[in-house]
C-alpha cells in the first residue's frame, strides 16, 4: 500500500483522480470538491458530498453497458472482471480493476491472515468454495499464496474436501459460517475423514452475520476441536473491509489505512455515537482505479472507539433493511439465528415468513436430531422475542444446503 500521512492526503489523491478523469463521479468532484487539493478535512468531504448508493451503481451500469462508467483509467488499463452477487438487486453487478487496484484488496486480505495469526511458510490454508465471478474467493486466495501454501477446493464435493484437508494437513479452513457448520457436521460420519485425521486449527469465516455470534462461533468451534474462529467481511464493490481483533473475539477491525470509514444514521444520514447503532458508509482510499465516494453498504453495525480508533463490535449484526416487524416486535434475521444455532441438535433451519390478514408472521422449519428440542427452541424464542414463534420439524436433509451467502429466510406465495 502507498505510504500516506494521513486519510486526508489519500483522499485528495483519489479525488485529484477522480476530477482528472471522464468517469462517473468527475463532474461532481470537479463542481464541489474542486481536484480535492484545498480539502481541509474528511469532515469537510462528508459534509459537501453525497452518499453513493447500490442503486445508483446498478442504473450506471445500465446506461452504460457493460462496466459502466466509474473507470478513472482507460479500459485497456482493467485486468480483473468479477461481480456481485446479485441477491439484494437480483442484478449481478459487473466490477472492473487493474493491477494497482488489486494489489490494494490483496493487502487488506493479507492484514485479515496476520490478524488470525498465521504463520508464512507453515500454515496451509484451504478454501472450500467454488471459484466463480466473487472477488472474495480470488483476492482471498492470491493474498494466501504470498505467504502459505495455498490449496483451492472448488469443484469438490464436501467429502473430497474433507479428505484433501486431511491429505494435504491443512491447518487453516476459509469459507462460510454456514458451511463450515455442514462440513463439522459430517467429520467422523459414514466414509469421512475422522476427527484426528484433520489439523485444522484456525476457521476464517465471511459472507454471513454468523461469525460474530455467539453460539455460531460455539457451535464452529465445537465442530472443529476448538479450532478457533475469526471473522471478516467485505463486498465485491469495495473490497475486504475488516478483519477480527485479535483480542477480542467478536470485533471486527476497520482497514482505516485503505477506506475512509463513516458509521451513520440510517435515517438522517448523521455520524452515530460510540456504543450505538448504523449504517457502514465506505470510501475507497487505495482502489482508485474504480472508486467509490460515500458508499452506503447496507451493512448493520454498531460503533465501538478503542484507543481512538473506530472499531465493529459484534461484526456485521445484518443489513439495515432486513428488519422484520411481527406484531409490533423489530426482528433481525441475525437475532433469530442466535437463538436457533444455540440448540446443536438443530441441523438446519428455515424461517417462513407469510402475511395473514396483512400482518407478518413467522414459523421456523428445523432438521434436527433430536425432536424435543421443539419445544425448547420455541421457549427460547418466546424468551427472547415475546412472541410465539412455531417450530415444526421436517425430514432430515429436506432443506438446502448452502456454500456460499445462506438464503434461509423465504417467504411462500
Not at 487453516?172 to 485425521?197: H, K, N, Q, S
Not at 484456525?202 to 455470534?213: F, N, Q, Y
Request: charged content about 25%; glycine content about 8%; overall charge negative.
Amino acid at each position: 500500500m502507498a505510504s500516506f500521512d494521513s486519510q486526508l492526503d489519500q483522499l485528495r489523491v483519489l479525488l485529484a483522480k477522480i476530477a482528472a478523469s471522464d468517469s462517473y463521479y468527475s463532474g461532481a468532484v470537479q463542481s464541489h470538491l474542486g481536484d480535492g487539493a484545498g480539502l481541509e478535512s474528511v469532515e469537510e468531504f462528508a459534509s459537501k458530498f453525497w452518499f453513493t448508493t447500490k442503486d445508483d451503481l446498478v442504473r450506471d451500469r445500465e446506461a452504460h453497458p457493460p462496466f459502466g462508467s466509474n473507470l478513472t483509467e482507460p479500459l485497456a488499463n482493467y485486468t480483473r472482471f468479477c461481480q456481485t452477487s446479485g441477491t439484494s438487486t437480483g442484478k449481478p453487478m459487473p466490477v472492473l480493476d487493474t493491477p494497482e487496484s488489486w494489489e490494494a484488496m490483496l493487502g487488506s486480505w493479507r492484514e485479515v491472515f496476520r490478524g488470525a495469526g498465521l504463520k508464512p511458510g507453515v500454515d496451509r490454508v484451504f478454501f472450500a468454495f467454488s471459484f466463480g465471478p466473487f472477488l472474495g474467493f480470488w483476492t482471498a486466495f492470491e493474498a494466501a499464496a504470498t505467504d502459505y501454501l495455498s490449496l483451492p477446493g472448488g469443484g469438490l464435493s464436501s467429502k473430497a474436501r474433507l479428505e484433501h484437508m486431511a491429505r494435504l494437513e491443512a491447518t487453516v479452513l476459509c469459507c462460510t459460517p454456514t458451511y463450515a457448520i455442514r462440513l463439522g457436521e459430517l467429520i467422523g460420519t459414514d466414509g469421512f475423514p475422522e476427527p484426528e485425521e484433520l489439523d485444522i486449527h484456525t476457521l476464517i469465516v465471511a459472507g454471513e452475520p454468523g461469525g460474530s455470534l455467539t453460539s455460531v462461533r460455539t457451535r464452529l468451534s465445537e465442530l472443529w476441536r476448538g479450532a478457533r474462529v475469526y471473522d471478516h467481511h467485505g463486498m465485491t464493490e469495495v473490497g475486504p473491509v475488516t478483519w477480527e481483533h485479535p483480542e477480542r473475539a467478536g470485533v471486527l477491525c476497520l482497514d482505516h489505512g485503505r477506506y475512509l470509514c463513516e458509521i451513520v444514521d440510517a435515517q438522517t444520514g448523521e455520524e452515530v455515537l460510540d456504543g450505538d447503532e448504523g449504517e457502514l458508509v465506505l470510501t475507497t482510499l487505495a482502489r482508485t482505479a474504480c472508486p467509490l465516494l460515500r458508499y452506503r453498504s447496507g451493512d448493520r453495525v454498531r460503533k465501538l472507539v478503542l484507543d481512538d480508533v473506530v472499531h465493529l463490535d459484534g461484526g456485521i449484526l445484518g443489513r439495515v433493511d432486513d428488519m422484520v416487524i411481527v406484531r409490533g416486535v423489530n426482528l433481525y434475521p441475525s437475532a433469530v439465528e442466535e437463538v436457533v444455532r444455540s440448540h446443536p441438535e438443530v441441523v438446519e433451519f428455515r424461517v417462513l415468513e407469510r402475511n395473514i390478514e396483512s400482518m407478518a408472521e413467522l414459523e421456523i422449519e428445523v432438521e434436527t436430531t433430536d425432536p424435543t428440542v421443539l419445544p425448547r427452541l420455541e421457549s427460547a424464542l418466546r424468551e427472547r422475542f415475546a412472541l410465539r414463534i412455531p417450530v415444526t420439524e421436517v425430514a432430515a436433509d429436506s432443506l438446502p444446503r448452502f456454500e456460499f451467502k445462506s438464503q434461509r429466510w423465504s417467504k411462500p406465495e
